[in-house]
């Protein structure tokens, strides 16, 4: 039996080690964290991620040929497979602060390896790095190996939140990246032994480590750009009286340009385009590309200008004032179908609004109080390193109202913020919600959600991203 070991039971491990297990019963599957709440919670009822149609894929075969654990150090010594599913967070400090991947999760992982294997081993990059991080992983294990070799494969994960499952089952293209030696390829083929259990073998392509490392990077950047484009056109529909939505859909009937990811936003959130791009564009730097770097900065720009842009239009509607004004948002998550919050547009809108003295009410289906408050209190880029996770005390001034029900948010309120899709924001009572706020009410769409026309009948004053006003 194939013996898999996965170390990182996050939002990428969790999910794509449940699947190998599902589609592979002849493989073992371990995956270990050093957060023993998330193996806790792994092992019980309530997973510590949501993300549709998990559930069942664990219950199917957790016990069975897939394991929780905090003993690392075992399951890594049993392993003839090795995924690195560890964060890379951007660094605070010191070189690159704010731009370069932080490694140090990842270096430990590896010094952990060189330390209890006693057999040979195959260890994959399934965490999204650096190009060249390979070679550097490369250096820990051998110089610190007592006789066993190591293959590094690199193995990125294209799968998106919300949406985990389905794309796991049904993936695009799986990537592997190995040294192009005997021992490299015979590790490529293992590993694509075991994705070919369920994917077909068209769809898995192999390349030299480099290639794949920096695919993923690019596919990364690719997307991300993709919506920074809409958002800088929607800026232009808002001054024109053009409508995104029409002009998204009249260039995505070009088959060369296909209809998908041209949905403009309030901006792009999550854990990793924004920490990929401000990677690639430190590697752009270091390679004295100015040029390159300076294209990739720029979607992040956008996406900068497109998230103060929302919260200028709010404040500059309302009045140039939105001081003591109650502001309900709804929606915390940084797309539907996630209780996550990594990086999430509504962080900013949020305190920007906090930053002109709003008093802000929270309603989000999945996110939870905590979540939100801590969110708010983190400095830029701190949510992904450990240490500076702290509970939040009971005494601590908690800077936002968070509710459990969209209409005790919007309840009083002189304005209304949608910040995220999710689906059931389409189906609220609106004229119940018109109703019960100060008037004239505000309707401030981030996501266009809700229909401009219908509200604008209800009574609501509404700006929709992209949209005539
Ligand atoms: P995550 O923070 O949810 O999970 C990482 C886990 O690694 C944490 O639980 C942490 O405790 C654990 N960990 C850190 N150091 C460890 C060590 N030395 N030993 C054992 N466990 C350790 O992160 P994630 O969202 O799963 O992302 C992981 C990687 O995958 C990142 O590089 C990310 O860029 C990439 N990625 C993420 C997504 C996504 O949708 N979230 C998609 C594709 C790729
Ligand atoms: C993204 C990529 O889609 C995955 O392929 C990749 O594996 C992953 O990043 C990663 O490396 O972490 P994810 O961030 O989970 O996945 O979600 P997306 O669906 O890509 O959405 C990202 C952000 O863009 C969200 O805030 C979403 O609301 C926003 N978005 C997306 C838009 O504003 N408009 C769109 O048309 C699409």
Redesign the pocket.
Do not use: Q
């Given at each position: 039996m194939v013996k898999i070991c996965c170390?990182?039971?996050?939002?990428?491990?969790g999910p794509t080690m449940a699947v190998i297990a599902l589609k592979c019963p002849a493989v073992e599957v371990v995956v270990?964290?050093?957060?023993v709440a998330?193996i806790t919670a792994w092992n019980s009822e309530q997973l510590p991620i949501y993300e549709p149609g998990l559930d069942d894929v664990v219950k199917q075969c957790r016990g069975r040929n897939l394991f929780f654990s905090t003993d690392?150090e075992k399951h890594i010594a049993r392993a003839d497979i090795i995924f690195v599913?560890?964060?890379?967070p951007t660094k605070t400090r010191g070189l690159g602060a704010g731009k370069a991947a932080d490694l140090t999760?990842w270096e430990?992982?590896a010094r952990?390896i060189a330390d209890v294997a006693k057999a040979d081993k195959i260890v994959v990059e399934?965490?999204?790095?650096p190009v060249k991080t390979a070679e550097a992983i490369e250096k820990i294990l051998i110089h610190n190996s007592r006789g066993v070799n190591f293959q590094i494969l690199s193995n990125?994960?294209?799968?998106?939140?919300g949406t985990a499952i389905k794309d796991l089952f049904n993936p695009d293209r799986v990537l592997i990246g190995g040294r192009e030696t005997p021992e490299g390829k015979k590790a490529v083929q293992a590993l694509k032994q075991v994705y070919a259990n369920w994917v077909p073998e068209d769809r898995i392509i192999t390349t030299n480590l480099w290639s794949a490392e920096l695919s993923k990077l690019a596919a990364n950047a690719f997307l991300a750009q993709r919506i920074s484009s809409v958002n800088a056109i929607s800026a232009l529909c808002e001054a024109t009286g053009a409508d995104v939505a029409e002009v998204a859909y009249a260039i995505g009937k070009d088959t060369r340009v296909g209809p998908r990811f041209l949905s403009a936003s309030v901006g792009f959130g999550?854990?990793?385009f924004q920490?990929?791009i401000l990677n690639l564009v430190y590697i752009c730097e270091c390679h004295g590309l100015p040029e390159v770097a300076n294209y990739w900065k720029d979607v992040i720009k956008i996406n900068d200008y497109q998230k103060s842009r929302f919260v200028n239009r709010v404040v500059s509607s309302m009045f140039n004032t939105v001081s003591e004004k109650k502001i309900a948002v709804l929606g915390f998550a940084f797309k539907k179908d996630t209780g996550d919050t990594r990086e999430t547009p509504a962080i900013d809108v949020c305190k920007g609004l906090l930053g002109d003295k709003a008093k802000v009410c929270i309603y989000d289906p999945q996110v939870t109080e905590e979540q939100i408050q801590r969110d708010l209190a983190l400095n830029k880029f701190d949510w992904?390193h450990?240490v500076h996770l702290q509970p939040m005390s009971a005494t601590e001034v908690k800077p936002v109202a968070v509710t459990r029900d969209a209409y005790e948010a919007t309840k009083g309120a002189h304005g209304v913020c949608i910040l995220t899709e999710w689906d059931e924001f389409k189906k609220l009572d609106y004229v119940r919600i018109y109703e019960s706020m100060q008037k004239p009410a505000f309707m401030f769409d981030g996501r266009n959600v809700v229909d401009p026309q219908k509200m604008r009948e209800i009574g609501f004053i509404v700006y929709s991203i992209g949209k005539p006003l």
């Open positions: 170390i990182g039971a996050g939002y990428v491990g270990v964290d050093i957060s998330r690392i599913s560890v964060n890379t999760y430990n992982a952990m399934k965490s999204t790095v990125p994960e294209f799968l998106a939140e999550g854990s990793c920490k990929d992904d450990p």
